[in-house]
């Protein structure tokens, strides 16, 4: 019994989690850009899907072959158009992922780099809602 509650307290949880990330999104867009129209959201949520993935590869690609230069590139460009969306603990995972990379700190890196593949999974699931 408790193991059912517990999985449907995480469901609610990540759910209210999911209409956090959206409503800040919106908010974010609202303020930045004057506009939160379907059209914006769709438009801003897949310019950000579409060069996330890439980044987050070459900050693994990156951690392989100890580029600290490319993880710290990466992201750096992450972070800026993540916090421009409103994307705040993504952009704070992308900003402890930048900061390992300054100090060259593998294992920091590989810890925050699953801290941030699991925020994305969130926001891409949260920003999914707004395509068109």
């Known amino acids: 019994m408790t193991q059912l509650t517990n999985g449907v307290v995480n469901q609610v949880g990540q759910q209210q989690n999911l209409e956090h990330i959206r409503k800040t999104v919106k ?7 004057g506009d939160s129209s379907a059209e914006m959201l769709d438009e801003m949520s897949t ?3 579409e ?5 987050i590869d070459q900050i693994k690609t990156g951690l392989a072959n100890h580029d600290y230069t490319a ?3 990466a992201a750096h ?3 800026g158009s993540s916090a421009t969306i409103g994307l705040g603990k993504f952009a704070d995972a992308c900003l402890a992922v930048e900061n390992s990379g300054k100090n060259e700190d593998d294992n920091l890196i590989g ?3 699953t801290v941030l593949e699991v925020e994305y999974s969130q ?3 949260a920003l999914t809602a707004f395509l068109i």
């Open 111 to 113: 810890q925050y780099l």
């Open 47 to 49: 310019i950000f899907l």
């Open 51 to 55: 060069d996330a993935v890439p980044l």
């Open 77 to 79: 460009a992450l972070k």
């Open 123 to 125: 926001v891409q699931e």
């Open 27 to 33: 908010v974010t867009l609202e303020q930045v850009m």
């Open 71 to 73: 993880i710290k590139m």
